[in-house]
């Protein structure tokens, strides 16, 4: 959507706090607690309105009057989490409130059931078969009244999930995406949305209301999508639109830096959202994750004793600390926190992700396996358990399988060097050597992250005995090693040189070739080799102290390579 088109919408932000706190009143009178805290961030984030211009009450009906009493009580029950006694006291209430209320306790208490029972019965890897028994005889009575229209927005929101919790996600769509026709200003059922869009066609095939809360939509799938561009531009977007002060739309793109690792710019939006928000443990985890590909022990250190102090009991806090213990490679410790998380939210991705790390790290593949697995459960979208089941399965010496599961974390990260490495080397397992090459070559033409794919290409054209391919790969990961500043720790320099030099020497450029040997003598691991090819090459010159034309007649003519590679320029560059 383009930036005008945008701000003609978001034109009148008196218009769209008004209606930001007319959804939190409905949200909060059914307990709606996470829809309450996204539209109170933004409302927050926009300038507060005079008391003449607050949205007036919704309006009140015969019904509602009747339900009163039955519901102020039940909501009393309810925020106490005693749900099957909230459901006891609205039993034959008419209003929508009240059957909304009545419907979504029947579901919180069944969901509570599953919780405590799984918690009690399974160990942290065991695959529970405990499901929300109430989940079935819900799904009869809301579609009896779907059928006949008689859903708002809200029920319809409950509908939806109990439809995904049941595995029916195609119909899960569908009504979710009336519920957002019917209520378009309810976030719950825009983010169970997002939750169940799997790739980009399936979102345009979405008819979706033409309101503000969209952008904020399209914002949020497109980085759950790994589109990071686009959803950065729209993040932007609403940025200047008005939401400059949102700690959600910082979060946000904080965490979309975080998935192309973009690392210091993710670090120091945190570290914004820190300043702004001291108290706030959404998102930590990310920050923690960031901390901890940085090695910043310290930073970390005091993350993970600043949200103890908070909460302790919070999913994001153990992560942190599993973080923590993990940089320390204390991983018994590490995995324990994670497992932790696990039972405070059996659901947490990120946890299921990091335990599988955790296991790799501790040599233990099944269970790696089984937590990754669990974490493709949560969300399929989820490329570092893809990406980890690939490297538990290379440990097994099973290229097979590595294929399968590297090719789907491909899917999710095109553009990713490290998964078209991955995917390269497996390939070049199963012998399958021209899909090696193009997965080499894509990975460094995305932006090769570790210096790596080049490298890997050269060496397979080696082996094919393809030497003029081979000595381009090494003179272009040459210069960029090189041109980087940093010296890589698994860069290979000296393997290039003494290649490049063997290579020039049999092509007859004696004095490239004598570079090549000089430089090999700056590594300790290739410098005999470098000696050894400077005394041949200085005896093949004094063999022939003036060259002749007829020496170099038939390099011009039969053993022309076909693709002539450039004499290598290193004189800029100095290891």
Same mark, same amino acid.
């Given at each position: 959507?383009?930036?005008?088109?945008?701000?003609?919408?978001?034109? $009148?932000?008196?218009?769209?706090?008004?209606?930001?706190?007319?959804?939190?009143?409905?949200?909060? &009178?059914?307990?709606?607690?996470?829809?309450?805290?996204?539209?109170?961030?933004?409302?927050? /984030?926009?300038?507060? @309105?005079?008391?003449?211009?607050?949205?007036?009450?919704?309006?009140?009906? !015969?019904?509602?009057?009747?339900?009163?009493?039955?519901?102020?009580?039940?909501?009393?029950?309810?925020?106490?989490?005693?749900?099957?006694?909230?459901?006891?006291?609205?039993?034959?209430?008419?209003?929508?409130?009240?059957?909304?209320?009545?419907?979504?306790?029947?579901?919180?208490?069944?969901?509570?059931?599953?919780?405590?029972?799984?918690?009690?019965?399974?160990?942290?890897?065991?695959?529970?078969?405990?499901?929300?028994?109430?989940?079935?005889?819900?799904?009869?009575?809301?579609?009896?009244?779907?059928?006949?229209? !008689?859903?708002?927005?809200?029920?319809?929101?409950?509908?939806?999930?109990?439809?995904?919790?049941?595995?029916?996600?195609?119909?899960?769509? $569908?009504?979710?995406?009336? /519920?957002?026709?019917? @209520?378009?200003?309810?976030?719950?059922?825009?983010?169970?949305? %997002?939750?169940?869009?799997?790739?980009?066609?399936?979102?345009?095939?979405?008819?979706?209301?033409? %309101?503000?809360?969209?952008?904020?939509? #399209?914002?949020?799938?497109?980085?759950?999508?790994?589109?990071?561009?686009?959803?950065?531009?729209?993040?932007?977007?609403?940025?200047?639109?008005?939401?400059?002060?949102?700690?959600?739309?910082?979060?946000?793109?904080?965490? /979309?830096?975080?998935?192309?690792?973009?690392?210091?710019?993710? @670090?120091?939006?945190?570290?914004?959202?820190?300043?702004?928000?001291?108290?706030?443990?959404?998102?930590? $985890?990310?920050?923690?994750?960031?901390?901890?590909?940085?090695?910043?022990?310290?930073?970390?250190?005091?993350?993970?004793?600043?949200?103890? &102090?908070? *909460?302790?009991?919070?999913?994001?806090? %153990?992560?942190?600390?599993?973080?923590?213990?993990?940089?320390?490679?204390?991983?018994?410790?590490?995995?324990?926190?994670?497992?932790?998380?696990?039972?405070?939210?059996?659901?947490?991705?990120?946890?299921?992700?990091?335990?599988?790390?955790?296991? #790799?790290?501790?040599?233990?593949?099944?269970?790696?396996?089984?937590?990754?697995?669990?974490?493709?459960?949560?969300?399929?979208? *989820?490329?570092?358990?893809?990406?980890?089941?690939?490297?538990?399965?290379?440990?097994?010496? #099973?290229?097979?399988?590595?294929?399968?599961?590297?090719?789907?974390?491909?899917?999710?990260?095109?553009? *990713?060097?490290?998964?078209?490495?991955?995917?390269?080397?497996?390939?070049?397992?199963?012998?399958?050597?021209? &899909?090696?090459?193009?997965?080499?070559?894509? /990975?460094?033409?995305?932006?090769?992250?570790?210096?790596?794919?080049?490298?890997?290409?050269?060496?397979?054209?080696?082996?094919?005995?393809?030497?003029?391919?081979?000595?381009?790969?090494?003179?272009?990961?040459?210069?960029?090693?090189?041109?980087?500043?940093?010296?890589?720790?698994?860069?290979?320099?000296?393997?290039?040189?003494?290649?490049?030099?063997?290579?020039?020497?049999?092509?007859?450029?004696?004095?490239?070739?004598?570079?090549?040997?000089?430089? %090999?003598?700056?590594?300790?691991?290739?410098?005999?080799?470098?000696?050894?090819?400077?005394?041949?090459?200085?005896?093949?010159?004094?063999?022939?102290?003036?060259?002749?034309?007829?020496?170099?007649?038939?390099?011009?003519?039969?053993?022309?390579?076909?693709?002539?590679?450039?004499?290598?320029?290193?004189?800029?560059?100095?290891?």
């Amino acid at each position: 959507m383009k930036m005008a088109a945008l701000c003609s919408e978001f034109g $009148d932000l008196v218009q769209i706090k008004k209606q930001l706190i007319s959804v939190i009143s409905l949200c909060r &009178e059914r307990g709606l607690v996470h829809s309450v805290k996204w539209a109170s961030e933004l409302a927050f /984030a926009l300038d507060p @309105l005079p008391k003449d211009e607050l949205p007036p009450s919704p309006p009140f009906t !015969e019904e509602d009057a009747q339900d009163l009493d039955a519901l102020a009580l039940a909501k009393s029950y309810f925020d106490l989490k005693e749900y099957d006694r909230a459901a006891y006291f609205l039993r034959g209430c008419r209003s929508q409130k009240a059957y909304f209320l009545y419907m979504y306790s029947r579901y919180l208490s069944g969901e509570k059931k599953k919780d405590d029972e799984t918690v009690d019965s399974l160990g942290p890897l065991e695959k529970g078969q405990v499901r929300n028994e109430a989940l079935r005889e819900l799904r009869v009575e809301l579609s009896k009244k779907h059928s006949a229209g !008689e859903l708002d927005g809200f029920t319809l929101y409950l509908y939806g999930v109990v439809l995904r919790k049941l595995d029916l996600l195609k119909e899960a769509v $569908d009504v979710f995406v009336e /519920a957002t026709h019917a @209520l378009p200003l309810h976030w719950g059922a825009w983010l169970e949305l %997002c939750n169940l869009v799997t790739n980009i066609e399936m979102l345009k095939s979405l008819s979706l209301p033409d %309101c503000w809360i969209r952008d904020f939509f #399209m914002a949020h799938i497109y980085t759950e999508l790994q589109m990071i561009k686009e959803a950065l531009q729209k993040y932007q977007s609403l940025i200047e639109a008005g939401f400059s002060k949102s700690t959600y739309i910082i979060s946000q793109i904080a965490v /979309a830096y975080h998935n192309i690792r973009d690392i210091d710019q993710a @670090l120091a939006l945190f570290n914004e959202l820190r300043e702004q928000d001291p108290y706030r443990i959404e998102n930590m $985890d990310t920050f923690s994750n960031l901390l901890y590909v940085k090695n910043m022990k310290p930073e970390l250190s005091y993350l993970a004793h600043n949200l103890v &102090e908070i *909460d302790k009991y919070r999913v994001e806090t %153990c992560c942190v600390i599993g973080n923590y213990y993990s940089l320390r490679s204390q991983h018994e410790k590490a995995a324990l926190y994670f497992q932790r998380a696990l039972k405070l939210n059996p659901r947490c991705l990120g946890a299921w992700t990091l335990m599988g790390h955790e296991y #790799m790290e501790m040599k233990n593949t099944s269970a790696a396996i089984q937590a990754y697995r669990h974490a493709i459960e949560v969300n399929k979208r *989820d490329y570092r358990a893809w990406y980890g089941l690939g490297q538990t399965y290379e440990i097994l010496k #099973m290229p097979f399988y590595c294929l399968y599961y590297y090719r789907k974390a491909h899917q999710l990260r095109p553009n *990713d060097s490290r998964m078209l490495v991955a995917l390269g080397e497996s390939y070049e397992k199963l012998s399958q050597q021209v &899909e090696a090459k193009k997965c080499y070559w894509r /990975a460094y033409s995305v932006g090769d992250v570790e210096k790596m794919a080049l490298l890997k290409l050269a060496k397979l054209h080696e082996q094919l005995t393809e030497s003029d391919d081979a000595a381009q790969c090494y003179i272009i990961y040459i210069q960029d090693i090189f041109s980087c500043g940093e010296q890589l720790e698994h860069a290979e320099v000296s393997t290039a040189l003494r290649y490049l030099g063997q290579y020039y020497f049999k092509s007859k450029l004696y004095d490239e070739a004598s570079l090549c040997a000089q430089r %090999c003598c700056d590594y300790n691991d290739a410098r005999e080799e470098g000696k050894a090819l400077l005394r041949q090459i200085s005896q093949v010159r004094d063999q022939t102290e003036t060259p002749s034309a007829e020496l170099f007649a038939p390099l011009s003519n039969n053993n022309t390579p076909v693709r002539r590679v450039s004499p290598l320029n290193l004189s800029s560059f100095t290891p």
